[in-house]
């Protein structure tokens, strides 16, 4: 009952009826529109998309992320301990059992509790990133491989682009092109960028990795872009740093180059270095 006042508080749904005594009844005609947003709520969607949605788009969104026929799957080993109270350390180390044994189902459910028990920006810099590292050092150590890896990345940027699906429908800001430089095959940071964009209304236009300096402009110029997105990863070469200032002399002075990504190098004036996704949160909401 809790959950439906606040529901009905933010979202205006469900409207219950009133007693004399003003106890709210809810009528019995509302139960299945409330078991279609449980179970998208199940599936990982937002409460602020699915609670005040119709009966209608509630259908057509459970028929476009429709489970695959089958049993239903085993429950991943997620903690049941109150998020805040569980440290950060036992998540990834589920993470990390679930892609060394490659179960994509289990590593599907256990991203959706992470994405669900966290605001989405904690989600990506509290458990994604530190994860995403995590995957890395376990490639460096020899503990994973680059099958791990390559399965670890497919999953998630998947993800990415699953979640971010509902807020590039209802974007209406200044167009942000993202993309990397040729040579630069790192995509997920760039990925977590253009989620974090597109939360705050942002439109995304991603362009993905190993793109050409001149078609990066061209891409501006078409859709007169104000702003460009690089991410650049620390193993990127010296040359990185003498190709985006080239790039940036070819843009208009106007357009705001956010360059993000552990390798990104400081060059100074003209560049906007952002070294964590916070960071991002915080320029978009000052309004770029
Ligand atoms: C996944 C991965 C790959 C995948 C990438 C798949 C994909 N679709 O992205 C593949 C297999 C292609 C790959 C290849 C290589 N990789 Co690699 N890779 C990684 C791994 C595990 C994750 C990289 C990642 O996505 N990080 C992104 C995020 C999480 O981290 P971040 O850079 O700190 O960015 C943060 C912010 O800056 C921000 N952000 C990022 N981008 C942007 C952009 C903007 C505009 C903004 C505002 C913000 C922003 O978001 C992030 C969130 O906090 C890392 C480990 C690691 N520590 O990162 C190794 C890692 C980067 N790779 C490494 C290496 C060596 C390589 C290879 C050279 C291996 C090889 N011998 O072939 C190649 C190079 C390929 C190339 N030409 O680019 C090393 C680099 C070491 C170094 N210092 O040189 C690392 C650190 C692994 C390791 N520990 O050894 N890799």
Redesign the pocket.
């Known amino acids: 009952v809790e959950t439906l006042r606040t529901w009905e508080g933010r979202y205006g749904f469900p409207t219950p009826e009133r007693k004399r005594s003003g106890h709210r009844v809810y009528p019995l005609s509302v139960v299945p529109h409330l078991k279609l947003v449980g179970e998208a709520l199940r599936r990982g969607h937002r409460a602020g998309d699915v609670v005040g949605a119709s009966e209608a788009t509630l259908e057509a969104l459970l028929l476009a992320t429709a489970p695959p026929a089958g049993p239903p799957p085993p429950l991943p080993p997620v903690s049941t301990a109150a998020p805040t109270a569980t440290p950060a350390s036992v998540p990834i180390a589920n993470a990390i059992a679930l892609v060394r044994s490659y179960d994509a189902v289990g590593f599907g459910h256990e991203l959706n509790a992470q994405w669900i028990a966290r605001s989405p920006l904690a989600f ?2 509290d458990y ?2 530190p994860l ?2 995590a ?3 376990g ?2 150590t020899g503990e994973l491989d ?1 099958r791990h ?2 399965f ?2 497919a999953r998630i ?1 998947d993800f990415l682009s699953a979640v971010r699906r509902p807020y590039d429908t209802r974007a209406q800001g200044p167009l942000a092109v ?1 993309a990397t430089l040729e ?8 990925q ?2 253009a989620l ?1 964009l597109a939360m705050s209304g942002y439109r995304v236009l991603y362009l993905g ?1 190993e793109l050409p300096t001149a078609q990066i402009v061209q891409a501006m110029r078409e859709q007169a872009a104000p702003i460009l ?8 070469n010296r040359s990185t740093g003498a190709a985006l200032k080239k790039l940036r002399r070819r843009l208009p002075g106007t357009i705001a180059f ?7 190098p400081e060059l100074g004036a003209g560049f906007l270095v ?4 916070v ?2 949160a915080h320029w978009t909401r000052a309004g770029a």
């Open positions: 990506l810099s994604l990133a995403t590292h995957i890395g050092e490639w460096a680059v890896e390559h670890f990345s940027s993202l040579g630069e095959a790192h995509t997920l940071g760039l977590m960028c974090v990795s997105g690089v991410s650049v990863a620390p193993s990127s956010l360059l993000g990504g552990a390798g990104a952002m070294r964590d996704l960071q991002l």
